[in-house]
């Protein structure tokens, strides 16, 4: 049990607890389509019974893809047992996860993507399947020093920073230029001074574990500036919520040591990019489902499980690679597969079954992921594909044991690739949802707002002129 984890039976348990501890403000949070976390903020004395059991009315209309101004009101619900401390406040403030309701019929709101997780855990004990889902996370980010970004009719421009960049091998530095960088897609796990952000990584595992995450270690990952913290596996949506607190703390903490800390998959050109590795595994009666001894120890559940995810990945890509960025990332040798295959330990393939010493530690790694993903959506998505492959008995197929990024010209038949633009997943989705719909868990009326933003964002990318643009032809 995490020692940092709060969680309360009734709101008069919690109301006592904030009494009790002289908590100053609560923090209520919850999360858009986007998977951007938001907040509101009550003083205590207006923290109530009322507050706890009934919610708290605002304007949905306010949030993007949400509410119509028409009927813009909706229900910010406290979930209770999802409690944590904001350790970068100054006033002693507790953080609350809250679910979105209607207040027409007091239903959960089915744009709200928390709510959709709870959806998708609620569908697999239905099913009979399983009991539990359980996700781990392994998120990269990058660190930088400054950021300047600058997006005028006459200007496009953007530049990032890091000491370690080997960008500034030649750079004057008032107190000298030490020399010591990770080379170009070589920065993996390098000690100091190569490695200069072991403190600020310590600082971020031991913030995070300060708000209930369960936490293992840390690492340099392969680029300068970019880095990796280890924490431990949960439930779809603890897992869920985990990730918005691992992105909050690491945020705030860069922001605290003068920094800036990014999710977005791939800032940096011809260097690594960032994903997030989505190990899964079911379970059912405190037993796991995807041992047995078929390919790599695997159940014959665990291979319908990923005939399911091979089966939809293109549309899940519209999820789990949720921004015109993610695209530079997916597909690079050095950063993603593009390849929609399994394989074991084979980090080129789509799905990785990794090393398990015992049945327990028995998943499998979705490897495509970026940390530009609603969690709760992605998760929820995944999760009903591999029910869809699991229902359906979807055999992935044979195996691919090679390196997937020397695969000849002969070869490139099969597999098939996932998606290479997020127009190209966006349609995909259009065409591959019904495996979302099942039990309610994903609405149309959902799908349909998330494409639209997404349209959104694609129409900005592409209607901006580009600086490559004006280099290639400006004198053309």
């Known amino acids: ?40 903020t009550q003083h205590s004395s207006n923290f109530t019974k009322d507050t706890i059991d009934k919610g708290l009315v605002f304007d949905g209309s306010a949030v993007n893809g949400w509410s119509e101004i028409h009927k813009s009101d909706i229900i910010l619900k406290p979930d209770i047992t999802s409690v944590t401390y904001n350790p970068f406040a100054a006033q002693k403030t507790i953080k609350i996860f809250c679910d979105i309701f209607e207040p027409s019929q007091r239903k959960a709101y089915n744009r709200d993507p928390r709510s959709i997780a709870k959806a998708a855990h609620s569908y697999l004990k239905k099913s009979g399947i399983g009991d539990d889902a359980y996700f781990g996370t392994e998120t990269e980010f990058f660190v930088f020093d400054d950021v300047k970004i600058d997006t005028q009719s006459n200007h496009v421009s953007y530049k990032l920073d890091s000491e370690e960049g080997a960008y500034n091998k ?17 920065g993996y796990m390098p000690e100091a001074p190569i490695d200069s952000l072991s403190d600020l990584r ?5 913030v995070i574990e300060s708000m209930g ?7 340099h990952a392969g680029a300068a500036g970019q880095c990796c913290l280890g924490v431990r596996f949960s439930s779809l949506l603890q897992a869920a919520d985990n990730v918005q607190l691992y992105k909050y703390g690491v945020q705030n903490v860069a922001h605290s040591y003068g920094k800036s800390a990014t999710f977005m998959p791939k800032p940096i050109n011809g260097d ?3 994903g997030m590795h989505l190990n899964q595994s079911l379970w059912k009666s405190g037993k796991p489902l995807f041992a047995g001894k078929s390919y790599a120890d695997l159940s014959e559940t665990a291979l319908y499980y990923i005939g399911g995810i091979l089966k939809h990945a293109r549309s899940l890509n519209a999820f789990t690679n949720p921004t015109t960025n993610s695209y530079k990332r997916l597909g690079k040798a050095f950063d993603a597969p ?13 799905c990785r079954i990794p090393f398990a010493a015992t049945p327990k530690e028995r998943r499998i790694d979705v490897s495509f992921p970026d940390p530009m993903a609603n969690p709760y959506l992605a998760f929820s998505a995944m999760l009903m594909a591999g029910i869809d492959g699991v229902e359906n008995k979807i055999h992935p197929g044979e195996a691919m044991d090679k390196n997937l990024n020397d695969i000849s010209a002969e070869e490139l038949i099969q597999p098939p690739k996932l998606c290479s633009s997020l127009g190209e ?16 868990v994903f609405t149309l009326d959902l799908l349909e707002t998330f494409i639209q933003l997404k349209t959104e964002e694609i129409d900005r990318y592409e209607s901006t002129t580009h600086p490559v643009e004006v280099d290639m032809y400006y004198s053309g």
């Open 1 to 40: 049990m995490n020692k940092y984890k709060l969680s309360f039976k009734s709101s008069a348990e919690l109301l006592k607890y904030i009494e009790d501890q002289e908590v100053s403000f609560i923090d209520l949070n919850f999360t858009d389509i986007r998977g951007k976390w938001q907040h509101v």
């Open 170 to 186: 030649g750079r004057e530095y008032q107190t000298g230029n030490m020399g010591h960088r990770p080379q170009i897609n070589n």
């Open 202 to 206: 310590a600082e971020m595992l031991s």
């Open 213 to 219: 995450i369960e936490v293992e270690g840390h690492y």
């Open 272 to 274: 690594s990019g960032s």
């Open 338 to 350: 593009a390849f929609i295959a399994y394989s074991e330990l084979n980090r080129s393939a789509a």
């Open 425 to 440: 997943a966006l349609n995909a989705l259009k065409d591959d949802h019904d495996y979302l719909l099942r039990g309610d």
